[in-house]
């Protein structure tokens, strides 16, 4: 081999050398560019990563309080009992305080309470009330709707026809409360008739042991009392007796209704309770209440009515009343005057009330107009 092929061949290895090194720092070089541009996607990556957990604690809390409401076997695990208005009724003094569940027919509707009845042979036994710490709890209930409720029972019981329970909440509206309704085992009403009965039992055997009073005759003595004729000087009595002996006073008389007054009662624990008097000859069933309250000259305060009358039926019964936890708050120790207006309607057709003009009752039954 010549010394010219000898530096053809070298030149072309060194050529070859060179190409090598330039494309091996090529390779080298651009292998690190993909490298930082891989640790871009791992970043994004690390970004959607911080922001799912961000996203899934929004979506529980407002999926977790649909998922608390209570049922009715959750109440009663809470120590409520389930229990009917005649039951209630039947043992109200064991029953004093005691946490129940029941279900009933709206007859009214207070600001912040809920009115049922206890009802025989057309005549109202019993009022209910049920007391709301939060009025909006009711502001979907209607008259004439089923409801369930629960709450405490007053510990004063029943006073003036009236049982109280109070710290009430709801448990259910319309059908599922209806519903609740007719699983209600009730007792039958047991009418407090046998005080009368017992009574007569326990004068007989105490009036033999009294017996030897005759023997000591001291009344006879006691006779001149009707010489002395003090009492005439007190007159005055029976003039104020009218303002607490009924009197006839006629509230309402149209569309086959008669609505009489018969004088009010002042129970000083309960209520201030206007009694009354209804004759339907309407052909009709009718409930009756009041709405447009007011007392002591324009005061708003609700005034309980509840009132059913069937066709053909008189019915006579405290079916009005002002409770005295109202006038308590309302810093009212006596009601002279209150106002109101009937509203009437079929048990068919609850939506069409008729409403009544204004009628006023003044606490003296001489001045009821």
Same mark, same amino acid.
């Given at each position: 081999?010549?010394?010219?092929?000898?530096?053809?061949?070298?030149?072309?290895?060194?050529?070859?050398?060179?190409?090598?090194?330039?494309?091996?720092?090529?390779?080298?070089?651009?292998?690190?560019?993909?490298?930082?541009? %891989?640790? @871009?996607? /791992?970043?994004?990556?690390?970004?959607?990563?911080?922001?799912?957990?961000?996203?899934?604690?929004?979506?529980?809390?407002?999926? =977790?309080?649909?998922?608390?409401?209570?049922?009715?076997?959750?109440?009663?695990?809470?120590?409520?009992?389930?229990?009917?208005?005649?039951?209630?009724?039947?043992?109200?003094?064991?029953?004093?305080?005691? =946490?129940?569940?029941?279900?009933?027919?709206?007859?009214?509707?207070?600001?912040?309470? #809920? &009115?049922?009845?206890?009802?025989?042979?057309?005549?109202?036994?019993?009022?209910?009330?049920?007391?709301?710490?939060?009025? %909006?709890?009711?502001?979907?209930?209607?008259?004439?709707? &089923?409801?369930?409720?629960?709450?405490?029972?007053?510990?004063?019981?029943?006073?003036?026809?009236?049982?109280?329970?109070?710290?009430?909440?709801?448990?259910?509206?319309?059908?599922?409360?209806?519903?609740?309704?007719?699983?209600?085992?009730?007792?039958?009403?047991?009418?407090?008739?046998?005080?009368?009965?017992? @009574?007569?039992?326990?004068?007989?055997? %105490?009036?033999?042991?009294?017996?030897?009073?005759?023997?000591?005759?001291?009344?006879?003595?006691?006779?001149?009392?009707?010489?002395?004729?003090?009492?005439?000087?007190?007159?005055?009595?029976?003039?104020?007796?009218?303002?607490?002996?009924?009197?006839?006073?006629?509230?309402?008389?149209?569309?086959?209704?008669?609505?009489?007054?018969?004088?009010?009662?002042?129970?000083?624990?309960?209520?201030?309770?206007?009694?009354?008097?209804?004759?339907?000859?309407?052909?009709?069933?009718?409930?009756?209440?009041?709405?447009?309250?007011? #007392?002591?000259?324009?005061?708003?305060? %609700?005034?309980?009515?509840?009132?059913?009358?069937?066709?053909?039926?008189?019915?006579?019964?405290?079916?009005?009343?002002?409770?005295?936890?109202?006038?308590?708050?309302?810093?009212?120790?006596?009601?002279?005057? /209150?106002?109101?207006?009937?509203?009437?309607?079929?048990?068919?057709?609850?939506?069409?009330?008729?409403?009544?003009?204004?009628?006023?009752?003044?606490?003296?039954?001489?001045?009821?107009?």
């Amino acid at each position: 081999m010549d010394a010219k092929k000898k530096k053809i061949i070298i030149g072309v290895v060194a050529a070859l050398v060179v190409v090598g090194i330039v494309v091996t720092c090529i390779l080298v070089f651009g292998k690190g560019s993909d490298k930082k541009d %891989d640790k @871009k996607p /791992v970043e994004t990556t690390a970004t959607e990563v911080t922001e799912k957990p961000t996203e899934k604690p929004t979506e529980k809390p407002t999926q =977790k309080p649909t998922e608390k409401k209570e049922s009715f076997d959750d109440i009663i695990g809470q120590g409520y009992e389930k229990i009917g208005f005649a039951k209630l009724y039947n043992n109200i003094a064991k029953y004093k305080g005691s =946490k129940i569940l029941t279900a009933f027919q709206v007859k009214d509707l207070g600001d912040s309470s #809920v &009115y049922g009845t206890l009802e025989k042979d057309n005549k109202v036994l019993s009022f209910y009330q049920f007391v709301f710490g939060k009025k %909006d709890e009711i502001k979907d209930a209607k008259r004439g709707e &089923y409801i369930a409720i629960y709450g405490i029972v007053n510990p004063k019981g029943a006073s003036a026809g009236t049982i109280q329970v109070d710290e009430c909440h709801i448990a259910a509206f319309g059908k599922e409360a209806k519903e609740f309704f007719d699983t209600i085992k009730d007792e039958e009403i047991q009418e407090p008739t046998k005080k009368p009965t017992e @009574k007569p039992t326990e004068k007989p055997t %105490d009036k033999p042991t009294e017996a030897p009073k005759p023997t000591e005759a001291p009344e006879p003595t006691e006779a001149p009392k009707p010489t002395e004729t003090p009492e005439p000087t007190e007159a005055p009595e029976p003039t104020e007796a009218p303002t607490e002996t009924p009197q006839d006073v006629v509230l309402y008389d149209a569309n086959g209704l008669k609505i009489t007054y018969l004088g009010f009662e002042d129970d000083e624990d309960m209520a201030m309770i206007y009694k009354l008097k209804v004759e339907n000859t309407s052909g009709k069933n009718y409930f009756i209440g009041t709405q447009d309250s007011t #007392v002591n000259g324009g005061m708003p305060m %609700d005034l309980v009515t509840f009132i059913v009358t069937e066709s053909g039926q008189e019915t006579e019964n405290p079916s009005m009343f002002i409770l005295r936890d109202d006038m308590i708050e309302a810093g009212i120790e006596s009601i002279s005057e /209150v106002k109101f207006k009937y509203y009437i309607f079929e048990f068919e057709d609850l939506d069409h009330p008729i409403i009544s003009d204004e009628i006023t009752i003044l606490s003296s039954l001489n001045d009821n107009h």
